[in-house]
Every structure is written in structure tokens, then in C-alpha cells.
């Protein structure tokens, strides 16, 4: 059975950063695609990043340059970098097995960024 748990998730102020963690089981993570998603309140979901089976990271323009995907093989965890957050990244985010249409999902970590 593939389990997806997130977490690291909080409350920061703008500028600051967070890192999410995705503990996964259930499927060979070390060569699976793995993506995160977000879904701001009243909107849809959003992707935000994906990691392919050879480890090459894809940003929308949104977020490049401040989000950064990676996986540990030893750990079986997926781990999204948030930097320089903004209050547009207020949102409820969460991991996935396969690509930014996957309906496999974990049930996601808050993210929320005020002052």
C-alpha cells in the first residue's frame, strides 16, 4: 500500500523558510517521480515541483529560484526547500507519487505566511 505522510509545515513570516518532509512507503522510491502540489484557500490545487526518476528537479516560474525538491534514498523522504516565502505561498501542500496529475496524494502539511 503507498503512504504518503508531509510534514513540516507552520506558521513564518515573509522571507523566512520552511522545509517539508514526505515519508513515503509502499512503492521503490529511489526511482519513482515524485511531485508537490498546493492548494491555496478557494483555489485549486497548484503544481509547485517535481523530481523525475533520474533526479532532475522542474519549477513553475512562481517558485524557481526559492523551492527546492530532493529526495533521500536512505530515508525513503521527499523534501521540498521553501525560501524567501511569500504570502501567495500560503497554502495547504502536498506530496505525490508521479506527476502534478496524480491523484495519489498524502493529506497534506499548512503552510501559512503572515506577519
Known amino acids: 500500500e503507498v503512504q504518503l505522510m508531509e510534514s513540516g509545515g507552520g506558521l513564518v513570516q515573509p522571507g523566512g523558510s520552511l522545509r517539508l518532509s514526505c515519508a513515503t512507503s509502499g512503492f521503490v522510491f529511489s526511482t519513482a517521480p515524485m511531485t508537490w502540489v498546493r492548494q491555496a484557500p478557494g483555489k485549486g490545487l497548484e503544481w509547485v515541483s517535481t523530481?523525475?526518476?533520474?533526479?532532475?528537479?522542474s519549477y513553475p516560474d512562481s517558485v524557481k529560484g526559492r523551492f527546492t525538491i530532493s529526495r533521500d534514498t536512505g530515508s525513503n523522504t521527499l523534501y521540498l526547500q521553501l525560501s524567501s516565502l511569500q504570502t501567495d505561498d500560503t497554502a495547504m501542500y502536498y506530496c505525490a507519487l508521479g506527476y502534478a496529475d496524480s491523484e495519489t496524494r498524502g493529506r497534506g502539511t499548512q503552510v501559512t505566511v503572515s506577519s
Open positions: 523530481i523525475n526518476s533520474r533526479d532532475q528537479p
